[in-house]
Protein backbone atom coordinates (compact mmCIF):
# COMPACT_ATOMS: atom_id res chain seq x y z
CA UNK A 1 0.00 0.00 0.00
CA UNK A 2 0.89 3.37 -0.16
CA UNK A 3 2.28 4.72 2.94
CA UNK A 4 1.10 8.34 4.17
CA UNK A 5 4.84 10.63 5.08
CA UNK A 6 3.92 12.29 8.46
CA UNK A 7 5.02 15.56 7.49
CA UNK A 8 2.60 18.46 9.04
CA UNK A 9 0.72 20.20 6.39
CA UNK A 10 1.73 23.05 8.76
CA UNK A 11 4.66 23.05 7.48
CA UNK A 12 3.91 24.33 4.55
CA UNK A 13 2.71 27.86 6.53
CA UNK A 14 6.72 27.48 7.99
CA UNK A 15 7.96 27.24 4.38
CA UNK A 16 11.02 29.54 3.87
CA UNK A 17 9.97 30.46 -0.21
CA UNK A 18 8.39 26.61 -1.60
CA UNK A 19 5.27 27.68 -2.68
CA UNK A 20 3.82 26.49 -5.34
CA UNK A 21 4.75 28.61 -8.39
CA UNK A 22 1.71 27.26 -10.46
CA UNK A 23 -1.64 27.81 -8.21
CA UNK A 24 -4.38 27.22 -10.44
CA UNK A 25 -3.29 23.77 -11.98
CA UNK A 26 -2.20 21.32 -10.18
CA UNK A 27 1.37 20.16 -12.13
CA UNK A 28 4.09 17.20 -11.08
CA UNK A 29 7.18 15.80 -11.93
CA UNK A 30 8.33 19.09 -13.58
CA UNK A 31 11.80 19.33 -15.86
CA UNK A 32 13.16 22.13 -16.43
CA UNK A 33 14.91 22.94 -19.34
CA UNK A 34 16.48 26.91 -20.33
CA UNK A 35 15.38 27.11 -24.12
CA UNK A 36 15.35 30.91 -25.78
CA UNK A 37 16.91 32.35 -22.46
CA UNK A 38 13.64 31.03 -20.59
CA UNK A 39 13.33 28.54 -17.94
CA UNK A 40 10.87 26.14 -19.64
CA UNK A 41 8.83 23.37 -17.72
CA UNK A 42 7.50 20.13 -18.28
CA UNK A 43 5.06 18.79 -16.52
CA UNK A 44 2.75 16.40 -15.42
CA UNK A 45 -0.74 17.65 -15.36
CA UNK A 46 -2.40 16.54 -12.34
CA UNK A 47 -6.37 16.39 -12.01
CA UNK A 48 -8.82 14.58 -10.25
CA UNK A 49 -10.45 12.10 -12.33
CA UNK A 50 -12.01 9.85 -9.45
CA UNK A 51 -9.76 6.31 -10.09
CA UNK A 52 -9.52 5.27 -6.47
CA UNK A 53 -5.57 5.15 -5.34
CA UNK A 54 -3.89 1.66 -5.73
CA UNK A 55 0.02 1.03 -6.08
CA UNK A 56 0.05 0.80 -9.67
CA UNK A 57 -0.84 4.30 -9.71
CA UNK A 58 -4.38 4.00 -11.66
CA UNK A 59 -4.89 7.21 -9.66
CA UNK A 60 -2.19 9.54 -11.90
CA UNK A 61 -4.94 9.46 -14.72
CA UNK A 62 -3.54 12.45 -16.59
CA UNK A 63 -4.46 13.38 -19.71
CA UNK A 64 -2.94 16.28 -20.88
CA UNK A 65 0.40 18.62 -20.84
CA UNK A 66 0.99 22.10 -20.16
CA UNK A 67 3.96 23.70 -21.14
CA UNK A 68 4.98 26.67 -18.58
CA UNK A 69 8.16 28.99 -18.76
CA UNK A 70 9.27 32.15 -16.54
CA UNK A 71 12.49 35.08 -17.14
CA UNK A 72 13.79 34.51 -13.91
CA UNK A 73 13.12 32.12 -10.90
CA UNK A 74 10.15 33.66 -8.33
CA UNK A 75 9.16 35.79 -11.68
CA UNK A 76 5.60 35.69 -12.97
CA UNK A 77 4.87 32.20 -14.84
CA UNK A 78 3.66 31.75 -18.00
CA UNK A 79 1.13 29.13 -19.21
CA UNK A 80 1.55 28.08 -22.86
CA UNK A 81 -2.06 26.74 -22.96
CA UNK A 82 -2.50 22.83 -23.49
CA UNK A 83 0.92 21.02 -25.17
CA UNK A 84 -0.18 17.98 -26.11
CA UNK A 85 -3.88 15.86 -25.41
CA UNK A 86 -3.91 11.74 -24.85
CA UNK A 87 -6.90 12.24 -27.39
CA UNK A 88 -4.65 13.63 -30.09
CA UNK A 89 -2.15 10.45 -29.71
CA UNK A 90 -2.78 7.70 -32.51
CA UNK A 91 -1.29 4.71 -29.85
CA UNK A 92 -2.01 6.45 -26.64
CA UNK A 93 -5.18 5.20 -24.82
CA UNK A 94 -4.45 7.05 -21.21
CA UNK A 95 -1.99 8.02 -18.27
CA UNK A 96 0.03 10.74 -19.18
CA UNK A 97 2.86 10.66 -17.09
CA UNK A 98 6.09 12.95 -16.30
CA UNK A 99 7.05 14.01 -19.66
CA UNK A 100 10.74 15.52 -20.91
CA UNK A 101 11.76 18.08 -23.31
CA UNK A 102 14.96 18.41 -25.85
CA UNK A 103 15.70 21.01 -28.51
CA UNK A 104 18.25 20.19 -31.51
CA UNK A 105 18.46 22.90 -34.39
CA UNK A 106 15.57 24.65 -33.29
CA UNK A 107 12.88 21.64 -33.29
CA UNK A 108 11.69 20.80 -29.72
CA UNK A 109 11.00 17.61 -29.09
CA UNK A 110 8.66 16.28 -26.12
CA UNK A 111 8.56 13.33 -24.76
CA UNK A 112 6.25 11.15 -22.48
CA UNK A 113 5.51 8.04 -21.38
CA UNK A 114 1.47 6.87 -21.89
CA UNK A 115 -0.41 3.67 -22.10
CA UNK A 116 -1.20 1.99 -24.89
CA UNK A 117 -4.53 0.06 -25.65
CA UNK A 118 -2.98 -2.96 -23.83
CA UNK A 119 -1.99 -0.87 -20.98
CA UNK A 120 1.43 -0.88 -21.78
CA UNK A 121 3.82 2.18 -20.74
CA UNK A 122 5.63 3.25 -24.29
CA UNK A 123 7.66 6.51 -24.66
CA UNK A 124 6.29 8.77 -27.46
CA UNK A 125 7.68 11.81 -28.90
CA UNK A 126 5.62 14.55 -30.39
CA UNK A 127 7.80 17.68 -32.17
CA UNK A 128 7.33 21.72 -32.44
CA UNK A 129 8.99 24.53 -33.57
CA UNK A 130 8.12 25.91 -30.21
CA UNK A 131 9.29 25.42 -27.10
CA UNK A 132 5.94 26.12 -25.44
CA UNK A 133 4.32 23.77 -27.93
CA UNK A 134 1.53 22.81 -28.82
CA UNK A 135 3.14 19.79 -30.11
CA UNK A 136 2.68 17.65 -32.85
CA UNK A 137 2.78 13.48 -31.86
CA UNK A 138 4.51 10.85 -34.00
CA UNK A 139 1.67 7.99 -34.69
CA UNK A 140 4.20 5.09 -33.04
CA UNK A 141 5.50 5.27 -29.54
CA UNK A 142 9.54 5.19 -29.70
CA UNK A 143 10.33 1.70 -31.13
CA UNK A 144 12.00 -0.35 -28.48
CA UNK A 145 10.46 2.11 -25.73
CA UNK A 146 8.77 0.89 -22.85
CA UNK A 147 8.28 1.57 -19.01
CA UNK A 148 8.18 5.52 -17.63
CA UNK A 149 9.85 8.91 -17.05
CA UNK A 150 11.87 9.83 -20.12
CA UNK A 151 14.52 12.11 -19.35
CA UNK A 152 16.84 13.88 -22.01
CA UNK A 153 20.53 14.75 -21.31
CA UNK A 154 22.20 16.50 -24.05
CA UNK A 155 26.05 15.87 -23.13
CA UNK A 156 29.18 18.51 -24.32
CA UNK A 157 29.70 17.01 -27.54
CA UNK A 158 26.17 16.95 -28.83
CA UNK A 159 24.84 13.79 -27.98
CA UNK A 160 21.58 13.13 -26.37
CA UNK A 161 20.49 10.29 -24.56
CA UNK A 162 17.07 9.05 -22.79
CA UNK A 163 16.91 7.54 -19.15
CA UNK A 164 13.24 6.16 -18.44
CA UNK A 165 12.18 3.69 -16.38
CA UNK A 166 10.14 3.37 -13.16
CA UNK A 167 9.18 0.28 -11.42
CA UNK A 168 5.73 -0.45 -9.47
CA UNK A 169 3.25 1.18 -11.72
CA UNK A 170 6.12 2.25 -14.29
CA UNK A 171 6.20 -1.44 -15.34
CA UNK A 172 10.08 -1.53 -15.38
CA UNK A 173 9.99 -4.88 -13.30
CA UNK A 174 8.31 -6.57 -15.93
CA UNK A 175 11.19 -5.82 -18.76
CA UNK A 176 14.00 -7.75 -16.71
CA UNK A 177 13.85 -10.53 -19.32
CA UNK A 178 14.11 -8.21 -22.33
CA UNK A 179 9.91 -8.65 -23.26
CA UNK A 180 7.05 -7.68 -21.36
CA UNK A 181 5.64 -10.58 -19.00
CA UNK A 182 2.41 -9.87 -17.62
CA UNK A 183 3.35 -10.12 -13.87
CA UNK A 184 5.72 -8.00 -11.73
CA UNK A 185 9.12 -10.18 -11.40
CA UNK A 186 12.03 -8.16 -8.96
CA UNK A 187 15.42 -9.50 -7.92
CA UNK A 188 15.69 -11.49 -4.38
CA UNK A 189 16.11 -8.50 -2.01
CA UNK A 190 20.47 -9.30 -1.79
CA UNK A 191 20.75 -9.47 -5.83
CA UNK A 192 21.25 -6.55 -7.59
CA UNK A 193 18.33 -4.15 -8.10
CA UNK A 194 16.32 -3.26 -11.01
CA UNK A 195 18.60 -0.46 -12.62
CA UNK A 196 17.20 2.49 -15.25
CA UNK A 197 17.72 2.39 -18.43
CA UNK A 198 19.95 4.71 -21.14
CA UNK A 199 19.53 4.87 -24.79
CA UNK A 200 21.58 7.49 -27.10
CA UNK A 201 18.59 8.97 -29.32
CA UNK A 202 19.42 8.65 -33.30
CA UNK A 203 19.96 11.82 -35.25
CA UNK A 204 16.65 12.68 -35.71
CA UNK A 205 15.78 12.76 -32.46
CA UNK A 206 12.98 10.23 -33.00
CA UNK A 207 14.09 7.47 -32.58
CA UNK A 208 16.91 4.98 -30.10
CA UNK A 209 20.49 4.89 -31.79
CA UNK A 210 20.81 1.53 -29.41
CA UNK A 211 18.87 -1.22 -27.57
CA UNK A 212 17.93 0.29 -24.45
CA UNK A 213 21.36 -0.33 -21.78
CA UNK A 214 21.16 -0.82 -17.98
CA UNK A 215 22.46 1.92 -15.57
CA UNK A 216 24.25 0.73 -12.74
CA UNK A 217 24.44 2.29 -9.33
CA UNK A 218 26.98 0.79 -6.96
CA UNK A 219 27.24 1.49 -3.52
CA UNK A 220 30.69 3.20 -1.56
CA UNK A 221 32.74 -0.39 -1.97
CA UNK A 222 31.84 -0.87 -5.58
CA UNK A 223 29.10 -3.37 -5.20
CA UNK A 224 25.66 -2.74 -7.24
CA UNK A 225 22.92 -1.58 -5.06
CA UNK A 226 20.58 -4.75 -4.04
CA UNK A 227 17.03 -4.94 -4.30
CA UNK A 228 16.04 -4.72 -0.46
CA UNK A 229 18.39 -1.50 -0.13
CA UNK A 230 14.97 0.52 -0.32
CA UNK A 231 16.83 3.86 0.64
CA UNK A 232 19.16 4.18 -1.73
CA UNK A 233 17.89 1.24 -4.94
CA UNK A 234 16.30 3.63 -7.93
CA UNK A 235 12.66 3.09 -8.06
CA UNK A 236 11.86 6.47 -10.77
CA UNK A 237 12.31 9.70 -12.27
CA UNK A 238 15.64 9.45 -13.71
CA UNK A 239 17.66 13.08 -14.04
CA UNK A 240 21.36 13.74 -15.51
CA UNK A 241 23.03 16.67 -15.47
CA UNK A 242 26.95 17.39 -15.58
CA UNK A 243 28.73 19.96 -12.97
CA UNK A 244 32.27 20.52 -13.22
CA UNK A 245 32.95 17.47 -15.98
CA UNK A 246 31.08 15.33 -13.49
CA UNK A 247 27.76 13.32 -14.25
CA UNK A 248 25.21 13.19 -11.76
CA UNK A 249 22.45 10.68 -11.89
CA UNK A 250 19.69 11.82 -9.69
CA UNK A 251 16.03 9.55 -9.20
CA UNK A 252 13.44 9.11 -6.61
CA UNK A 253 13.95 6.27 -4.47
CA UNK A 254 9.84 5.80 -4.34
CA UNK A 255 8.88 4.20 -1.24
CA UNK A 256 11.63 5.93 0.97
CA UNK A 257 10.36 9.02 -0.60
CA UNK A 258 13.63 11.05 -1.14
CA UNK A 259 15.40 12.03 -4.11
CA UNK A 260 19.24 10.76 -4.14
CA UNK A 261 22.11 10.93 -6.37
CA UNK A 262 25.07 9.64 -8.09
CA UNK A 263 27.74 10.24 -9.85
CA UNK A 264 29.91 8.88 -12.97
CA UNK A 265 32.22 9.88 -15.24
CA UNK A 266 30.14 9.18 -18.45
CA UNK A 267 26.72 8.95 -19.22
CA UNK A 268 26.26 5.27 -18.98
CA UNK A 269 27.86 4.90 -15.77
CA UNK A 270 28.55 3.19 -13.52
CA UNK A 271 27.46 6.18 -10.94
CA UNK A 272 28.47 5.91 -7.62
CA UNK A 273 25.85 6.36 -4.96
CA UNK A 274 26.50 9.91 -2.90
CA UNK A 275 23.41 10.77 -0.97
CA UNK A 276 20.49 12.60 -1.02
CA UNK A 277 19.39 15.74 -2.78
CA UNK A 278 15.57 16.41 -1.51
CA UNK A 279 14.17 14.93 1.60
CA UNK A 280 10.78 13.70 1.53
CA UNK A 281 7.92 15.82 0.54
CA UNK A 282 4.13 16.06 1.58
CA UNK A 283 2.45 13.24 -0.52
CA UNK A 284 3.72 9.68 -1.85
CA UNK A 285 5.78 10.39 -4.81
CA UNK A 286 9.27 12.70 -5.23
CA UNK A 287 10.41 14.06 -9.04
CA UNK A 288 12.44 16.37 -9.79
CA UNK A 289 14.89 18.20 -12.16
CA UNK A 290 17.90 19.80 -11.90
CA UNK A 291 18.69 23.45 -14.09
CA UNK A 292 21.38 25.89 -14.14
CA UNK A 293 20.02 29.12 -15.34
CA UNK A 294 22.21 32.31 -15.04
CA UNK A 295 25.00 31.14 -13.13
CA UNK A 296 23.08 29.08 -10.49
CA UNK A 297 21.55 25.83 -10.31
CA UNK A 298 17.85 24.90 -8.95
CA UNK A 299 15.77 21.79 -8.19
CA UNK A 300 12.46 21.87 -9.44
CA UNK A 301 9.84 19.42 -7.82
CA UNK A 302 6.54 18.60 -6.74
CA UNK A 303 4.71 18.21 -3.52
CA UNK A 304 0.82 17.45 -2.38
CA UNK A 305 0.37 20.71 0.27
CA UNK A 306 -1.92 23.00 -2.35
CA UNK A 307 -4.44 20.21 -2.09
CA UNK A 308 -3.60 19.01 1.01
CA UNK A 309 -2.25 16.07 0.90
CA UNK A 310 -3.73 14.30 -1.76
CA UNK A 311 -0.93 12.12 -3.40
CA UNK A 312 -2.15 12.56 -7.44
CA UNK A 313 -2.67 16.12 -6.98
CA UNK A 314 0.56 17.84 -6.72
CA UNK A 315 2.11 21.33 -7.53
CA UNK A 316 5.36 22.40 -8.99
CA UNK A 317 8.06 24.12 -6.82
CA UNK A 318 11.66 25.12 -6.88
CA UNK A 319 14.82 25.52 -4.74
CA UNK A 320 18.17 26.98 -5.55
CA UNK A 321 20.84 24.03 -5.43
CA UNK A 322 24.02 24.72 -3.65
CA UNK A 323 27.20 21.86 -4.06
CA UNK A 324 30.31 21.90 -1.67
CA UNK A 325 33.80 22.38 -2.43
CA UNK A 326 34.15 18.63 -3.40
CA UNK A 327 31.03 18.27 -5.51
CA UNK A 328 28.85 16.68 -2.83
CA UNK A 329 24.88 18.40 -3.42
CA UNK A 330 23.89 20.10 -0.18
CA UNK A 331 20.83 17.97 0.65
CA UNK A 332 17.54 20.21 0.67
CA UNK A 333 14.66 20.06 2.81
CA UNK A 334 11.58 21.70 1.23
CA UNK A 335 10.24 23.15 4.83
CA UNK A 336 13.30 24.29 6.06
CA UNK A 337 16.08 26.95 4.98
O1 LIG B 1 3.13 11.48 -12.28
C1 LIG B 1 3.00 10.09 -12.42
C2 LIG B 1 4.18 9.38 -11.87
O2 LIG B 1 4.33 9.72 -10.50
C3 LIG B 1 5.49 9.76 -12.47
O3 LIG B 1 5.71 9.22 -13.74
C4 LIG B 1 6.39 9.26 -11.42
O4 LIG B 1 7.72 9.66 -11.53
C5 LIG B 1 5.71 9.77 -10.18
O5 LIG B 1 6.04 11.11 -9.89
Given at each position: ??????????A???????????????????????????????P??????????????????????????????????????I???????????????????A???G?????????D???????????S??PG?????E????????????????????S??????????????????????G??????????A??P???R?????L?????PK????L?E??????????????????????????????????D??????????????????R?????P???W???H??????????????????????????????K?????????I????????
Amino acid sequence: MFTWISIPLSAQENSTGDKPIITDLYTADPSAHVFEGKIYIYPSHDYESGIPEDDMGSHFNMQDYHVFSMNKVGGTVKDHGIALHVDDVPWAAKQMWAPDAAEKNGTYYLYFPAKDSDGIFRIGVATSSDPGGPFKPEDKPIEGSYSIDPAIFKDSDGSYYMYFGGIWGGQLQRWESGSYVGEDVYPPADKPAINPKIARLSGDMLSFDETPKDVVILDEDGNPIVTGDNDRRYFEAAWVHKYKDVYYLSYSTGDTHTISYATGDNPYGPFTYRGVVLNPVIGWTNHHSIVEYKGKWYLFFHDSSLSGGKTHLRSVKVKELKYNPDGTIQTLDAYKD
